[in-house]
T-cell receptor, first 115, second 105 residues
Framework: NAGVTQTPKFRVLKTGQSMTLLCAQD?????MYWYRQDPGMGLRLIHYSVGEGTTAKGEVPDGYNVSRLKKQNFLLGLESAAPSQTSVYFCASSLELGQPNQPQHFGDGTRLSIL | KNEVEQSPQNLTAQEGEFITINCSYSVGISALHWLQQHPGGGIVSLFM???GKKKHGRLIATINIQEKHSSLHITASHPRDSAVYICAALRPFYFGTGTSLTVIP
């Protein structure tokens, strides 16, 4: 059981380039989330999805787009990368949203550097 | 202003010590999540709770809804407990900045 898998694990981009981060989960979870983690700051929610075909904005959505065309996949796109988007990105999934017996399961993270 | 505050930010303990990490939040929540992040960066869920107390091995989490406060306790700490511990309020989503714990043999 792989859980939550993020690809790629590392990436270096130049300013203005675009890329897509892929998150895949094999637990049949309805809810999926994209976070960024920066030094000295807690995890911040970028976008999330409450089911296939749905997406919603989180705390820091600007500069990112997402899609959930299949239940098991949640894609995070950067259309025109900026140095401020240098961060570690985590994907997570859960069966329910914010319920005590349904924790979020996290991927291993993607380290993204924008030069 | 941080909706979720953790203390202390850094903690060094001797092996075997009892450890307490505190989390206070200022928003109404449906549940509170305690996470562990190891030096390699992976994040695992320890507890989710909306009331009372939960225990798993040497880890105990408590929450006081009225006081908007939660604590994570580690009994008989071990060097393998060294990690960053993060509390998170869910619905809405707010994460603390983490407590970095180092347990010295």
């Amino acid at each position: 059981n792989a859980g939550v898998t993020q690809t790629p694990k590392f990436r270096v981009l130049k300013t203005g380039q675009s890329m897509t981060l892929l998150c895949a989960q094999d637990m049949n979870h309805e809810y999926m989330y994209w976070y960024r983690q920066d030094p000295g700051m807690g995890l911040r929610l970028i976008h999330y999805s409450v089911g296939e075909g749905t997406t919603a904005k989180g705390e820091v959505p600007d500069g990112y787009n997402v899609s959930r065309l299949k239940k098991q996949n949640f894609l995070l796109g950067l259309e025109s990368a900026a140095p401020s988007q240098t961060s570690v990105y985590f994907c997570a999934s859960s069966l329910e949203l914010g319920q005590p017996n349904q924790p979020q399961h996290f991927g291993d993270g993607t380290r993204l550097s924008i030069l | 202003k941080n909706e979720v505050e953790q203390s202390p930010q850094n903690l060094t303990a001797q092996e075997g010590e009892f450890i307490t990490i505190n989390c206070s939040y200022s928003v109404g929540i449906s549940a509170l999540h305690w996470l562990q992040q190891h030096p390699g960066g992976g994040i695992v869920s320890l507890f989710m709770l909306s009331s009372g107390k939960k225990k798993h091995g040497r880890l105990i989490a408590t929450i006081n809804i009225q006081e908007k406060h939660s604590s994570l306790h580690i009994t008989a700490s071990h060097p393998r407990d060294s990690a960053v511990y993060i509390c998170a309020a869910l619905r809405p989503f707010y994460f603390g900045t983490g407590t970095s714990l180092t347990v010295i043999p």
